[in-house]
């Protein structure tokens, strides 16, 4: 399961960043924020590169020691970032794909939803919801 | 998504409560128009956003505005736009000979006066969809001869 | 060749799959090299085992002598000593020679073979010429010895035996055999192949099959698999090759997880073992064989098999020419292990996996290096950038382990542990030994010292930095600078650090990284407090102390910073000026008034809505907004400015962001859209060609505007601050003390001067600190106007009635005059108007809100030119009222001096009279002069009276008796009551007015009339001309006799004495005794002069005199107006009249009275006769006044310009006029009447019997 979940908006200030309590906040935003330079890598390679590069899931952005960062760009470039733990290798790549189908779907609802301003932080209580439900339940 | 009829009346109704909430001065120098133009472009916003969501992610530009002309047009008016044209410099036109809001109107040049108040929604529409994918444009309409009409699409280059 | 010597040793690429040849050995030896030579030339297609994708291969073979030894024994996995082809050479022709020898030896070989069970053998049979033309007796075809063999050995497969003809000969024949020889070879050695590996490879799955049984060891499943491997490599599948060891990799990775999973294999026992060597990776060699043996004998320690693993991999992957592979799996083997150790919790020292990680990083980009271009490199830095970053760390913490990232040097222990992590490198590999770059040196020269330590340390950042920034990875980069800026500061460096923190800190700000933006913010701070850059500590502070991200104890001490740098009196130079709206934000401005604009000298309060954004309540000893000033020219009422525009009554809100982690710049809002609909009409005629929908600001929207412009907020870099300049103008408010959150502050405008004042800073001091708003957005000001002093009158009551006292109210706005102790009204008195002194006449002061700020009885001294008024003190912008009791007068129409001068010089302005269109009354403005303490000038008010009264008189006669009636006629709507009536003639003592009235006091209601009636007696003579005033006290009704005031109306008569008498009577016809309508009757009429010459007469007829005497011409003239008469004949006459007394004319006209009863006598009027040649006309002429009184006069000269004429002369003026247009007439006889009273008609009113017709009906038909 996740330890952090992030969404960002398409001009790349943080919709959403959500980290496990139990470690250090900080580090995940440094680590989310820099993942954003892969994100950009690969949206800006639509197109150019061959193979299937048009899928919504980015795949694995970059490993570090302790983390596994893992990217997803919506059509309206909304990024989402999932960050596992490396010491979590149990999870597979397509449980990392519906999660992140998952948070798109809420997010899609929150869009959609007239309360909601888009490009404001994501407030919801349903997202939230469903980010819960992915993170490392600590304690 | 929503049945045309509902819409196309709920569309109708939008536009008239638009009207008769405002006073004159306001349909004089198009705040109604913009109204409707905006309420076109929040919805415009969340459509897309739910409608892309299974899509693959768009090559370019060009990629986009097909979306817009099939998907998004059908998804809205049960059918596609007839005609696109661009310039390649971000100028797009796209032409619906059958025009779902405008065909109830009249068929020819009848109420071709009050015609613009039924596309302003829409181009807000397109303008919110195009945004949200994030391409900043400005969209415009005309029509001569209903129930036919052109959006024009202006896009601004980043 | 003796090659079976030397034991075939494992050497990848030099290894050849093995084939023994056993028979001929010379024979084999001369045809070797062209053997060895054309055996791999053609390449063969390969259907691999497991279904394999076919390749085509090259064959080689490592030729040996054939031995039994080298037949595998059972269970043997060799696979690389496995012969695979044996090859059985002869050239035996002559039959003897194959029964005696030959033939046993094949037998023995072939008996081997089957021993061993391999199937793989061929028998070659060389045949050449020169062995024919041996002997040529007893000779077999030699075709029979290929089919003796055939029939002895290879039953049933004859394809086992070759011939090959001719080989040393340049035949057709040699090479053809040649090409079906090797083609023969290399399809046995494939077969060969396939079916050997495809046993293999069974039994290798079995043995995996088996992996979960216990004693089941993976090392030697390792090395079975990994003799697959090589056999891969040897034919060059390294594509094949490298699944195997992908395969032992992902297998082994499994027995990882699943030992953290909780079910533990014993053989990973070994792999447990603490880490002793941690000299990295080694990938310089094909086989690493001293890692091979320790796992082969089980004693490999986790890092050994990894690195093992890798190095093959690595190997593998560049002979297949995918170097940014091997990069890639790299970082993730790194990762990998190091978590793969905390997963076993392999006990490792401190350090030693960093710098394991360290040279492997580093070997693998040497490695790398070492095969590709720069150019390659170049273009693939986003590969291996990882691994830069990933060493850089490593290094680092490496260097924070050994106490190399200090001001100061290494501790003992500090030393030590470096010590024993060198240790645990080992000695440098031979292979690197001679490098100089090698990472083995780099590493034990950055431990070595502490400015070593640095360079190699910068030298990586910067590398990967660079790195970073070229593929574009900017945040990565900032990240390492970061890091970099950390090490400085560690390095007790902050100017260094300070530069990389703002790098990141712009990025993080332009993209809206609260968090971040906080962190590296705090850090930014320890560099500016370090560097005592105290202005830009400060600002960072502020900014920190009033970040939500930070605890409140944080947020605490950086405000305590910027109070204790307050503190800090002393030098005044060293004021900080800070931005403000980090500090506290204006989010409402409010005006009381709403208006924002008030008098000068007014009261305008601007309240301040101030959100501190300060952790606790900061008190600051003065809040000061400069104003911009403008005088306004033409001193404006009150009317709002431009900046009121924006304010909804009085009110701006002010949105600005958080500074500290506001929306990114991207993020900010941008003009809306303004769309428009157009129709587009046919010139021809006007029908719609289309409409639609347009947009009006196109151009604004789809402007291509910068992305990274950095948002209008404080933030890196302190903002630039203007420093406060000391404007004369400023709202102030001293000691206010901010709570957290919203506070309001009130200042009390300056409103000295009229103009506009524009707020354009706001400032806020703090002890030595200020923070300073430089411009208030959008633009507020406010608008001072001054006003004059205005005095106005107005009556208390309308309307206000001459005659009367009346109260008026006087109102002083004083504006911006104040009225000082002694200033005082001056009024310029006029007879016309008094005031009259009252006791109390009390002032009244209030506000402009009109509440009532005191009150104070006026002292009015009058002398006899001026009423002063001294007014008490009153402050500007209050109006004070007072009430006079004033008097206006009512003009009698008595003589005055022209153009009197007033007290102050000013012309004496008379009041004027006239008819008021909506009421019956005649007003007269009365103008007042006073003299204001305020002004030069001197003011000029009006008050209009009216007078409640129109008196009329006249002269009645009787014979010679003389009468005169005068009728006061109350126009007003007040009742009155009329007192003391007196009519005097002043000039004739003689004369004496006997009065008729006999009440004294009068009731005169409105709209009614008083008529009055005097004798005139006379003695001797009457006059001819009376000035008689009408005098009487009125007041209204019911009131004390104190309450009377006088009414004069003075008048003139002239030519009261009777001249003529006129006398008539009416004879009946003769023989009648009365009239009777109908028959004419004479009317006899007799005119009698009374008087000598009177004095008015003479000249004019002295000229008509033919003899001495004096004559007089009048005429007569009847005439009936009631129609009751019928003039017959001649109706008027002319008289010649003797001027002396009793002089008589009598005439007589014939009349018929028409109606029956009693008839008045016709009119007779007698007129003056002015014959043409009379000059009279140019002196005045007293008879054109005739019937006059002053006032119907004035009347008449409601349009007369000349006001300062006088009632008299204005009479004259008129008769003037009047004699002109007698003079432009022809001079013509004229007739005059007499004034009245000049003539006497005895029969006027009288009245004469007639009686009715005889013949009554016809009179009545008549009548009718």
Not at chain 1, 93 to 103: A, H, P, Q, V, W
Not at chain 2, 111 to 129: H, I, N, Q, S
Not at chain 3, 42 to 48: F, I, K, L, N, T
Not at chain 3, 1075 to 1084: F, I, S
Request: glycine share 6%; aromatic share 8%.
């Amino acid at each position: 399961m996740a330890v952090c979940i992030a969404a960002f908006a398409k001009e790349n200030y943080p919709l959403y960043i959500r980290s496990v309590p139990t470690q250090n906040e900080l580090k995940f935003h440094y680590t989310v924020h820099t993942s954003l330079d892969v994100v950009e890598e690969k949206i800006s390679a639509v197109g150019k590169s061959l193979g299937d590069q048009r899928e919504l899931y980015l795949g694995l952005l970059y490993p570090t020691e302790d983390y596994k960062v893992y990217g997803y760009v919506t059509n309206s470039k909304v990024k989402f970032v999932i960050v596992v733990d490396s010491s979590n290798t149990s999870l597979r790549d397509n449980e990392i794909r519906s999660m992140f189908r998952k948070l798109h779907n809420s997010f899609t609802d929150v869009m959609c939803n007239p309360f909601y301003n888009p490009g404001d932080p994501i407030q919801s209580k349903a997202f939230n919801g469903i980010v819960s439900g992915m993170m490392v339940q600590t304690g | 998504m929503a049945d045309e009829a509902p819409f196309q009346f709920l569309h109708s109704e939008l536009i008239q409560y638009i009207y008769k909430s405002a006073d004159t001065e306001d349909t004089e120098n198009g705040r109604n128009i913009s109204k409707l133009e905006n309420l076109g472009c929040r919805v415009g916003q969340g459509l897309i956003e739910r409608l892309t969501k299974d899509a693959p992610r768009f090559k370019d530009e060009l990629d986009i505005m097909k979306f817009i002309c099939k998907d998004f047009w059908t998804c809205l008016f049960k059918k596609q736009i007839d005609n696109l044209r661009t310039n390649h410099q971000g100028i797009y036109v796209l032409q619906d000979s059958q025009f779902r809001l405008l065909s109830h109107l009249s068929a020819g040049k009848q109420y071709l006066d009050y015609a613009p108040k039924y596309l302003a929604f829409t181009c807000g529409l397109v303008r919110g969809a195009l945004s949200n994918l994030g391409l900043r444009s400005v969209v415009t309409a005309e029509i001569s001869d209903m129930p036919a009409c052109k959006f024009q699409v202006l896009i601004q280059k980043m | 060749m003796d090659c079976q010597e030397e034991k075939p040793i494992i050497y990848t690429m030099e290894n050849k799959p093995i084939v023994t040849c056993a028979g001929d050995q010379g024979l084999f030896t001369s045809l070797y090299t062209s053997l060895a030579q054309q055996l791999p030339r053609e390449p063969m297609e390969w259907r691999g085992t497991y279904g394999r994708a076919p390749k085509m291969i090259h064959l080689e073979a490592n030729f040996v002598q054939f031995k039994e030894e080298l037949l595998p024994k059972e269970g043997n996995k060799a696979l690389l000593t496995f012969p695979f082809l044996h090859i059985y050479w002869t050239d035996c022709c002559d039959t003897e020679m194959y029964k005696s020898s030959v033939k046993e030896d094949m037998l023995r070989w072939q008996n081997t073979l089957r021993s061993h069970g391999s199937a793989d053998w061929v028998i070659i049979i060389v045949e050449t010429n020169d062995t024919k033309r041996k002997n040529k007796t007893n000779i077999l075809p030699r075709s029979s010895i290929v089919d003796k063999i055939r029939s002895d050995f290879c039953n049933k497969q004859n394809d086992r035996c070759v011939v090959l003809s001719d080989p040393l000969k340049e035949s057709s024949r040699s090479v053809e055999s040649w090409n079906s020889l090797l083609l023969k070879l290399r399809t046995l050695l494939l077969m060969s192949f396939t079916k050997n590996l495809g046993r293999f490879e069974d039994d290798m799955r079995t043995l995996r099959e088996k992996r979960t049984q216990p004693g089941w060891s993976f090392c030697e499943y390792f090395m079975v698999q990994e003799e697959l491997a090589f056999v891969f490599e040897m034919l060059q599948q390294f594509e094949d090759a490298l699944v195997q060891y992908d395969e032992l990799d992902a297998l082994f990775t499994q027995y990882v997880l699943n030992f953290g999973a909780g079910d533990t294999a014993n053989w990973l026992g070994s792999f447990c073992a603490p880490v002793r060597n941690w000299s990295g990776l080694l990938l310089r060699r094909p086989i690493d064989m001293e890692k091979r043996d320790s796992i082969q004998r089980g004693e490999a320690s986790l890092l050994d098999l990894r690195s093992y693993l890798f190095s093959r991999q690595c190997t593998l992957l560049i002979f297949l020419q995918r170097p940014w592979e091997v990069t890639q799996r790299a970082l993730e083997l790194l990762h990998n292990c190091v978590q793969e150790l905390r997963l076993l919790e392999v006990s490792v020292v401190d350090g030693a996996l960093d710098c394991w990680v360290f040279l492997s990083c580093l070997e693998v980009l040497h490695r790398i290096e070492g095969c590709c271009d720069q150019a390659q490199i170049a273009a693939n830095c986003s590969h291996t950038v990882g691994l830069w970053a990933y060493a850089t760390d490593k290094l680092k913490s490496l260097g924070e382990l050994c106490g190399l990232v200090s001001e100061k040097v290494p501790t003992s222990e500090d030393l030590n542990r470096t010590v024993d992590l060198l240790a645990g490198l080992g000695d440098e590999r031979p292979e690197t030994a001679n490098s100089l770059q090698s990472p083995y040196k780099k590493l034990k020269e950055a431990l070595s010292s502490v400015e070593a330590f640095e360079r190699h340390y910068l030298e990586l950042s910067h590398a990967a930095m660079e790195m970073y920034q070229a593929i574009g990875r900017m945040r990565s980069a900032r990240l390492v600078g970061k890091s970099l800026a950390e090490f400085y500061m560690r390095k007790g460096d902050p100017e260094r650090a300070e530069t990389f923190l703002q790098e990141a800190l712009k990025s993080y700000v332009s993209e809206g990284w609260s968090l971040p933006l906080t962190h590296t913010r705090r850090q930014i701070a320890e560099c500016q407090k370090l560097l005592g850059r105290t202005e830009d500590y400060l600002q960072t502070s502020a900014l920190l102390a009033g970040d939500e991200n930070l605890t409140t104890e944080e947020r605490k001490h950086f405000f305590q910073e910027i109070l204790s740098f307050a503190g800090k009196s002393g030098n005044p130079s060293h004021k900080v000026s800070l931005s403000m709206n980090v500090f506290a934000q204006l989010t409402r401005l409010q005006f009381h008034p709403a208006t924002a604009s008030v008098h000068s000298g007014g009261v305008l309060q601007v309240e301040l809505m101030l959100r501190s954004l300060m952790p606790v309540s900061v008190h600051i000893q003065q809040l000061a907004a400069s104003i911009h000033f403008e005088v306004d020219h033409g001193g404006t009422l009150g009317r709002s400015k431009g900046a009121q525009r924006h304010t909804n009554l009085g009110t701006i809100e002010f949105n600005l962001g958080n500074p500290s982690a506001g929306l990114p710049s991207s993020a900010a809002p941008r003009p809306v859209l303004e769309l428009d609909e157009v129709q587009d009409r046919s010139p021809s005629d006007n029908s719609l060609n289309s409409t639609g929908v347009v947009c009006k600001n196109t151009h604004l929207l789809i402007r291509r505007h910068e992305s990274n412009s950095p948002p209008e907020m404080p933030n890196c870099v302190s903002p630039p601050t203007v420093a406060m300049k000391e404007g004369a103008q400023m709202l102030k408010v001293q000691d206010v003390t901010l709570e957290p959150g919203n506070n309001s502050v009130i200042f009390t405008a300056p409103s000295g001067q009229p103009g506009s004042y524009m707020l354009r800073q706001l400032c806020a001091t703090v002890g030595e600190v200020q923070f300073i708003q430089s411009h208030i957005y959008p633009s507020v000001g406010y608008e001072v106007y001054s006003q004059e002093p205005q005095l106005t009158v107005e009556p208390l009551s309308e309307p206000l009635l001459a005659g009367l006292p009346q109260m008026v109210k006087f109102t002083l706005l004083t504006g911006h005059y104040t009225v000082k102790k002694g200033d005082a009204l001056q009024l310029s008195n006029s007879e016309t108007m008094p005031i009259l002194p009252s006791t109390s006449c009390t002032a009244r002061i209030s506000t402009p809100t009109a509440e009532l700020v005191g009150e104070s009885t006026l002292s009015i001294q009058s002398s006899e030119k001026v009423t002063s008024i001294s007014l008490p003190p009153t402050p500007p912008y209050h109006t004070m009222e007072f009430q006079l009791e004033v008097l206006c007068i009512i003009p009698t129409g008595s003589e005055r001096p022209a153009n009197e001068r007033l007290t102050n010089g000013e012309i004496r302005h008379r009041p004027r009279s006239y008819s008021h269109p909506d009421t019956p009354m005649t007003a007269i403005d009365q103008r007042m002069s006073i003299d204001c303490p305020w002004s030069i000038y001197s003011t000029l008010l009006t008050l209009t009276f009216y007078i409640p009264f129109k008196t009329k008189h006249s002269l009645l006669s009787a014979g010679n008796r003389k009468y005169i009636q005068v009728c006061v006629q109350n126009v007003s709507d007040v009742n009155f009551t009329l007192a003391e009536v007196k009519l005097t003639e002043n000039q004739h003592a003689s004369l004496e007015l006997q009065s008729f009235n006999t009440k004294t006091h009068q009731l005169l209601c409105s709209k009614h009339s008083v008529f009055c009636l005097w004798e005139v007696r006379w003695k001797d003579d009457l006059p001819s001309c009376l000035q008689c005033v009408f005098s009487a006290n009125f007041s209204p009704i019911n009131q004390d006799t104190s309450a009377f005031k006088p009414f004069h109306y003075q008048f003139q008569l002239e030519r009261v004495t009777t001249l003529y008498s006129v006398r008539a009577e009416i004879l009946p016809p003769s023989g009648e005794q009365h009239c009777r309508c109908g028959l004419v009757c004479d009317l006899e009429v007799c005119i009698t002069r009374l008087t000598e010459l009177s004095e008015g007469e003479i000249t004019e007829d002295s000229k008509t005199d033919t003899d001495g005497l004096k004559t007089t011409k009048l005429m007569y003239e009847v005439a009936d107006s009631s129609s009751n008469w019928a003039v017959c004949g001649k109706s008027s006459g002319m008289v010649l009249m003797p001027t002396k007394a009793n002089a008589t004319h009598k005439v007589q006209i014939e009349v018929m009275p028409l109606f029956a009863g009693h008839l008045p006598f016709p009119k007779i009027k007698v007129l003056k006769y002015l014959p043409h040649t009379a000059a009279v006309a140019t002196q005045p002429d007293p008879d054109s006044c005739v019937e006059n009184d002053s006032l119907s006069l004035l009347d008449k000269t409601l349009d007369d310009q000349a006001d300062t004429a006088s009632i008299r002369s204005r009479g004259s003026v008129h008769s003037v006029g009047s004699g002109d247009q007698q003079q432009r007439g022809v001079a013509m006889p004229r007739l005059e009447p007499f004034s009245p009273g000049q003539v006497f008609n005895h029969s006027h009113t009288q009245q004469v019997l007639v009686l009715p017709t005889t013949e009554d009906h016809i009179m009545e038909v008549n009548a009718t």
